[in-house]
Structures are given as structure tokens and as C-alpha cells.
T-cell receptor, first 116, second 114 residues
């Protein structure tokens, strides 16, 4: 059973460009969350998708947007890249439990974005 | 809102010695608590979690943690560390109704000295 897979693993962009990161959740999971981990910091919550809609959002500007597809996979888009967007972007998937709660998060290995 | 403080950014420990990684949290509501480990160039792996019940929680790789509500702490311990424990350790918290939106600490880098 494949876990959470993310692509690409590494990429380099220049300021002002746009980037799309992709995530396939673990089999049986229907919820995808995205986190940004800057160098030397803990991950910070960007947003969470469930039933193809954004369910929760952290303190990130509108340049950060996402999408969830019917097969539960997800994309993270960042427009007008800034140097400060350089980070490891982690995707985490989970299953919705009885009562509507979210189960344990499983993380992918991340996409490392460098903005020059 | 919740916040997490990991008091030590780096902890060097000799092999086979015990270790404690400290974590304190702040929240106005009841929370769930987690410890994750991140090996170099990898994602996060769940070590253990406290949801309810016994305040002493046992996890993978011989780690355990104790939830102390009065001190708002969730310190991670291991009685004897190995070289393979070298990694970054993150404490995280979520509100009971938070649908697993995690708030992480800044991490503690554990270095094992042979």
C-alpha cells in the first residue's frame, strides 16, 4: 500500500513565477492538508481539503491556493513567488472517522521549493 | 488558538544515555498532543499521541511521553538512545474539534554522540 506521494521532490523557480505541487493521499484517505516548513522551523498549516472544498485555512495569503480532485488527490498552487516562499512543502492525508473527526495524519516526504 | 514551545533547539546525548525533550503548550480549550520525528530529507513520522486516558503514552522506537495538564507539558523521553535516533523531533497540538489542524513547535535536533 503506497503511502502519501508528492511530486516533484525538488524544484527551483525565480521570483514572480508560479508553481504547482501535487499530492496523492494514502489509499482510503479522503482529506488532504498542506504544510509549509521553512528551514529550521516547524511545519505551518496552510489549508485542508475535504470533499473537494477548502475546509480550513491557516494564516497564508491568497497567493496560496489549492484544489482537491474527485480521486482525493490535491494540488497546491503558489503565485507570484517570493524568496520567502522557499521551503519544504508537506502534504498530509487522513481519513474521516465516524462522527466527522479526522483520523491520524500521514505525511509525504515533501516537495522542496527553492526560489531564486 | 494553540501554541507550542520546545525549549531546546539542540540536544546532544551520548549513546545509551537517557534523554528528555521538553514541550510546553498553550491553549484555551482541551487538546490532543503529538510527537513527530523527521529524519534528514524525509517527511514526518508519528512517534506517539495523547488523546485521552492514561497520561503516560508509549510510542514507537522505545519513546514515551507524559501529559501533565497542570504544567501544560508533554515531555518526550527515552531511557537509552541509539545512533539511529539522530533526527529532528517536533511536538504538535490540535484542539479537540480542530479536525487535526496541527500547530507545531520549532523542533529539537537530537544528536547522538558515539
Amino acid at each position: 500500500d503506497a503511502g502519501v506521494t508528492q511530486s516533484p521532490t525538488h524544484l527551483i523557480k525565480t521570483r514572480g513565477q508560479q508553481v504547482t505541487l501535487r499530492c496523492s493521499p494514502k489509499s482510503g484517505h479522503d482529506t488532504v492538508s498542506w504544510y509549509q516548513q521553512a528551514l529550521g522551523q516547524g511545519p505551518q498549516f496552510i489549508f485542508q481539503y475535504y470533499e473537494e472544498e477548502e475546509r480550513q485555512r491557516g494564516n497564508f495569503p491568497d497567493r496560496f491556493s489549492g484544489h482537491q480532485f474527485p480521486n482525493y488527490s490535491s494540488e497546491l498552487n503558489v503565485n507570484a513567488l517570493l524568496l520567502g516562499d522557499s521551503a519544504l512543502y508537506l502534504c498530509a492525508s487522513s481519513a474521516t472517522l465516524a462522527g466527522g473527526r479526522t483520523g491520524e495524519l500521514f505525511f509525504g516526504e515533501g516537495s522542496r521549493l527553492t526560489v531564486l | 488558538a494553540q501554541s507550542v514551545t520546545q525549549l531546546d533547539s539542540q540536544v546532544p546525548v551520548f549513546e545509551e544515555a537517557p534523554v528528555e525533550l521538553r514541550c510546553n503548550y498553550s491553549s484555551s480549550v482541551s487538546v490532543y498532543l503529538f510527537w513527530y520525528v523527521q529524519y534528514p530529507n524525509q517527511g514526518l513520522q508519528l512517534l506517539l499521541k495523547y488523546l485521552s486516558g492514561s497520561t503516560l503514552v508509549k510510542g514507537i522506537n522505545g519513546f514515551e511521553a507524559e501529559f501533565n495538564k497542570s504544567q501544560t507539558s508533554f515531555h518526550l523521553r527515552k531511557p537509552s538512545v541509539h545512533i539511529s535516533d539522530t533526527a529532528e523531533y517536533f511536538c504538535a497540538v490540535t484542539a479537540l474539534a480542530g479536525n487535526e489542524k496541527l500547530t507545531f513547535g520549532t523542533g529539537t535536533r537530537l544528536t547522538i554522540i558515539p
